[in-house]
């Protein structure tokens, strides 16, 4: 079969889709990852997979814009003789389901976060759930990374619940990500680090705020961030705004990186206070390698933490909250983090596996290989 991958960046398909891809291949399959051209386009060539360039704004609401995004992705699936596509983000999924629906190929959508429409609700988040009714219940299936968004998508009709599964986010490949030793440290001198885009929905803003009251009892205390800027996004987090606090001293800003093992080694607790993810994968890197987590009880932020046992919750947008409970963690005895992180890394074992998430799309693909599904998920 002839499968197209398809997301809003390169970065995303060689850094999180890599496995899926080459595994797909292994099992016989021809493989066309499809994204706008940028830096990552290259390695997935590299890696042995087919690559196909299409413009997928990631903050672009201009209709002939996204028209051609869609129309684009069309002549990519024709040309290319596609026969199933395998999509991600937001955009991603919308696009490549037009297109898919128009040429009859079979699609499966992959609901890795419901984006910024849904958690600021607007006339966007309509125009969203329109778009979603309208596509998804044309797909063969539409896969969840977590309950709450596939019970958002259920409920509110755009998806049929026979459709929708639940897979384990996107994974986590233990052999990359293994438990290392904390770096033996003063509890005072504590390293926090935050992995993620620079936007304020990824609660960008309390760490920082958090990071001022724990400085104020802890000065010796550390607080990292680590990730990309000048996002195209209506909520990043201005450069200016980021080279302020670094002036201030109450962070350290480390940049983006390739390879996040060695940030999370130096790091003694990974944060992420954001206010609704699919389930993310930096947290799930970060209990790989036995780093205890705090994040916020919110949809798919709360499916990587054991309260108390992995990690700690805390409530999303509220910098006290976090604050207390990255005081709690401090006060901590080395052997009780110790413990906390070893947790962490059996909970991904048993729950995250990337091994999982690939097994499922194969299935799913041998599902596929039945001519008279393929004929039933077309109509």
Known sequence: MRIAVV???CWY???????LMLALQASGHTVIAVAPNDAYAQRIRDAGIAFEAVPISGGSTQPLRELQSVQRLG???RRQQVGLVLSYTPKGNLYSALACIALRIVF???VSGLGRAFIRKSLVTQVAKALYRLTFSRAHRVFFQNLDDMAVFVTSGLVQKANAERLPGSGVDLTRFVPMPLVAKPNDQTVFLLVARMLWDKGVGEY???ARTVRAVHPGARFQLLGFLDVANPSAVPRAKVEAWVAEGVVDYLGSTDDVRPCLEQADCVVLPSYREGVPRTLLEAAAMARPII?????GCRDTVIDSKTGFLCRAADASDLAEKILRFIAMTP????????????FVEKNFDERLMIQSYLKLVDELRTPNTVQLAAD
């Open 7 to 9: 997301s809003n960046t």
């Open 13 to 19: 398909l060689f850094n999180f889709r890599l496995n």
């Open 75 to 77: 002549a990519v699936f």
């Open 108 to 110: 499966v959508p992959n």
């Open 208 to 210: 920082v705020q958090a």
């Open 295 to 299: 994040t916020t009880d919110a949809p």
């Open 335 to 346: 052997d009780a983090r110790l413990a906390m992180g070893q947790n962490g890394r059996t």
